[in-house]
């Protein structure tokens, strides 16, 4: 292991530029003739559309263009589409409606983009926006899922009759209710998961160019994945053709899965600058982002978990009620399916499982996938479940959870995962150890004396990452493949260049990746760049979602490395004179093993170009591809506790301790994944004490802002005390899982255990705010 190689916690290469300002994100982006685009977007949550008058504000200082939905409906640009297909148990199709970039008859919800205003200035366009006249016949507006099915309820799409778009199942009923039947006890629960905004650091924002001399299109855009992006905005959109489109996703300042998706945005700038021949720069505000930004969670959740006399687990039985909001989003459909309910085991040796989805279209903002997707839910809802039935039984919290573990691998679960490897009980003890949770009675007692409430609360996560096979994947719908590529260039004086289909938005891919390749060659890393986000330079690629850029993304990286190792090794045995399987790489050269004999890396890499003397009918150059398709997702799992302090006269909870063990195999920079750890557990903790998305009746969004919406500051987090034990992964080359999404995984459910502890109530809602918590701790004591 080099100081700079895998394992090293070596500082992050990138951080110089963004520290310093110099990071170059999409509205940095300068083309000459640049423009400024501004949408006026519905008031109403739900309303017909009945007439359109862009006369005056055709006529304001500046205004280049103002246009419709009907101009780009009749100039062929499609819908935007779900890319998963989903099944109801019955076998009909999920119910996609209609979803223009520009709406036509109808919006759906507040914020839906009706006009595009093109002007010299920002504060033109917004000021032309302002002043184009809409005519709306308003509609009634269903904001809340439950309601949304019920007879009578407005209608959001014709084409989903009770707003029902897919009512879906997984797992054995029979066998699941037979085991509530005869079990000992059964644990009941209703649990709700509140619905959350994303609010990325950059908010969204694209830059459409049509060169009309060359007939060619770019986009600068704020995506996870700008292949995806492309492939789909010509493919299903017709925007342009693959071959005429480029897509560049530059420095993206977070993303947490709001950015994977293509927007309205992207494909009406594209559209707008050839309509009205400039470019077209488009940058949300805060509130904008608030309002179209795909949102998270929102399941309203029944569960029965069954217990035999020994507390053994024999069945668990879950129905979900899905909140897709307006529209379906791109990847929507397969977040409250196959990314939650097939995690319903969990770290526990369940026999029987089943769950029943029903998934409904609101006048609400799109609800899509958010850092974790699917898996924080299905946490959530078990860990819950599992701390609930602890105390109905008795028992200590932590012995339910090892009596239950699953301690042999491969483990096949009921609903599709088969584990790989794990050992779960290591993570247990390890967050036991570091939290002094033995001495937990101690610190309450002494916390009471003060006049305070203090509660201890443990969450035992795992989850699935590097969604793969593609084949696999495939049958259950999904849209395209979910490998992942790499390019290694190796120039002629030794320097590395890796192309990667990954994105990084925030993960510090130009360290570790580079860290790899340092593992590999030797060479330093501040002589390997890592190229990625756009799709003229990087060859097809999925990009970064589901904390797969390590398992998926490296591995292909390891594989190209594979071919040029390879190559390399036969160049320098005919430099040496040597036998090819005695050359070793040690220190930045090529040796013979076991002599002195040895060639620079940059000697090895120059003959590759010179070509004056290679082996026989060896090609010149030194430079290889790579295309990875997984065998199976990874498994991260670990175990969380958290302890609290609450103020009984204020409601307010302080987070005195955290815990976190984690095991995500082998790592490449503890440092980095450290801050990944720090960065989920802090969106959890928002997610558990502070932030929730909430619409009136009418479909108003009552948190459009920071004046509302309350997001996690530093004096509301606890230094966390991480860790990490290692089980390798066995399905990927490097030993490696993910480990970005975990801390918002596991962190939930450990927070308002902790609450519900100190209280001793069965449950409180998310966000546990201070009035929450001061109503609960009221109501606890009247009874």
């Known amino acids: 292991m080099g100081i700079e190689g895998v394992g090293a916690r070596v500082a992050r290469k990138e951080d110089k530029r963004f520290i310093t300002g110099a990071g170059r994100y999409v509205d940095d982006m300068v083309v000459p003739g640049t423009k400024h685009a501004a949408f006026v977007r519905s008031p109403h949550a739900h309303a017909q559309i009945k007439k359109i008058d862009v006369k005056k504000a055709q006529g304001m200082p500046g205004v280049i263009g103002v246009l419709t939905g009907k101009e780009l409906k009749a100039d062929g640009i499609g819908n935007l589409i779900c890319g998963w297909m989903i ?6 199709p999920m119910k996609m409606g209609a979803w223009s970039p520009l709406a036509v008859d109808k919006v759906r919800y507040v914020g839906d983009a009706v006009v595009i205003v093109v002007a010299e200035t920002k504060g033109q366009a917004r000021d032309a926006a302002e002043a184009v006249e809409i005519t709306y016949k308003e509609l009634k507006a269903v904001v809340d899922a439950t309601k949304a099915l019920e007879k009578g309820a407005p209608q959001v799409h014709a084409e989903a009759e009770n707003n029902l778009i897919f009512d879906w199942e997984i797992g054995d009923a029979k066998a699941t209710d037979a085991a509530i039947k005869a079990a000992a006890h059964v644990t009941r629960m209703k649990i709700v998961n509140n619905r959350l905004v994303p609010n990325a650091m950059e908010p969204r924002a694209a830059l459409g160019h049509y060169d009309k001399a060359e007939d060619h299109y770019t986009c600068w855009t704020t995506s996870q994945n700008p292949h995806v992006a492309r492939l789909v905005m010509s493919a299903f959109y017709n925007v342009a053709p693959e071959n005429k489109l480029r897509v560049i996703a530059p420095d993206v300042g977070g993303g947490f899965g709001s950015k994977i998706y293509i927007y309205p945005e992207e494909i009406v ?4 600058s050839k309509k009205t021949g400039v470019p077209v720069k488009w940058v949300a505000d805060r509130t904008e982002s608030f309002l179209t930004d795909a949102h998270g969670r929102d399941h309203v959740s029944t569960v029965e978990m069954a217990f035999d006399k020994n507390n053994r687990i024999t069945g668990f039985k879950v129905d979900t009620i899905a909140n897709l909001g307006a529209y379906m989003s791109l990847f929507s459909s397969c977040v409250p399916t196959y990314l939650y309910a097939t995690l319903l085991s969990g770290q526990y040796d369940i026999p029987a499982i089943h769950a029943n989805v029903r998934t409904v279209y609101t006048n609400t903002a799109p609800v899509d ?9 299905a946490t959530y809802l078990l860990e819950r479940t599992m701390e609930a039935a602890a105390r109905e039984l008795g028992v200590s919290p932590a012995e339910l959870r090892r009596k239950n573990f699953i301690t042999v691998f491969p483990h096949q679960t009921p609903v599709i995962m088969n584990y790989d490897a794990g050992d779960y009980g290591a993570s247990l003890d390890a967050a036991m150890k570091t939290s002094d949770y033995a001495g937990f009675a101690k610190r309450k007692a002494a916390a009471a004396k003060q006049g305070k ?19 696999a994947v495939g049958s259950l719908g999904a849209g395209v493949g979910l490998w992942e590529s790499a390019e290694v260039r190796v120039n002629a004086v030794g320097t590395i260049e890796v192309l990667t289909g990954s994105h990084s938005h925030g993960q510090g891919h130009e360290t570790t990746f580079a860290q790899l390749v340092n593992e590999r060659f030797g060479v330093p890393i501040d002589s390997v760049s890592i190229v990625h986000g756009d799709t003229d330079k990087v060859q097809m690629g999925m990009g970064t979602y589901g904390s797969r850029s390590g398992a998926v993304g490296m591995s292909a990286i390891a594989k190209a490395l594979d071919k040029v190792e390879a190559k390399a090794k036969k160049i320098a045995a005919h430099l040496l004179e040597a036998d090819e399987g005695d050359i070793v790489i040690e220190n930045g050269a090529l040796k013979v093993a076991g002599t002195d004999k040895n060639v620079p890396w940059f000697q090895v890499a120059l003959a590759a170009y010179t070509a004056h003397n290679l082996p026989a009918g060896m090609e010149p150059g030194l430079k290889e591809t790579a295309f990875y398709d997984p065998s199976n997702f990874t498994f991260p799992a670990g175990c969380y506790i958290c302890e609290v302090e609450i103020d009984p006269e204020t409601g307010t909870t302080e987070i005195v301790q955290f815990v976190a063990a984690d095991d995500f195999g082998n790592i490449i920079n503890p440092m980095i994944v450290e801050g990944q750890v720090h960065g989920g557990i802090a969106q959890g903790v928002g997610q558990a004490l502070l932030e929730g998305a909430h619409y009136d009746a009418s479909g108003q969004l009552l948190t459009a802002s920071y004046m509302d919406y309350t997001m996690p500051r530093a004096d509301d987090l606890p230094s966390f005390k991480v860790s990490t034990s290692n089980t390798p992964c066995p399905g990927n080359p490097l030993g490696i899982k993910g480990c970005g999404e975990a801390g918002a995984i596991g962190s939930p459910p450990a927070v308002i255990n902790a609450i519900t502890d100190a209280i001793g109530i069965p449950d409180i809602a998310m966000p546990a705010s201070p009035s929450t918590v001061w109503a609960a701790i009221r109501a606890a004591t009247k009874h």
């Not at 509660?455 to 793969?468: D, F, L």
């Open 269 to 272: 700038c594209l559209w707008a």
């Open 87 to 92: 099944h109801s148990k019955d076998g009909s």
């Open 453 to 471: 409430l203090r509660g201890i609360g443990m969450s035992c996560y795992i989850e699935a990452c590097g969604i793969a096979p593609s084949a």
């Open 369 to 377: 996938a958010y850092r974790g997707a699917g898996r924080p839910e």
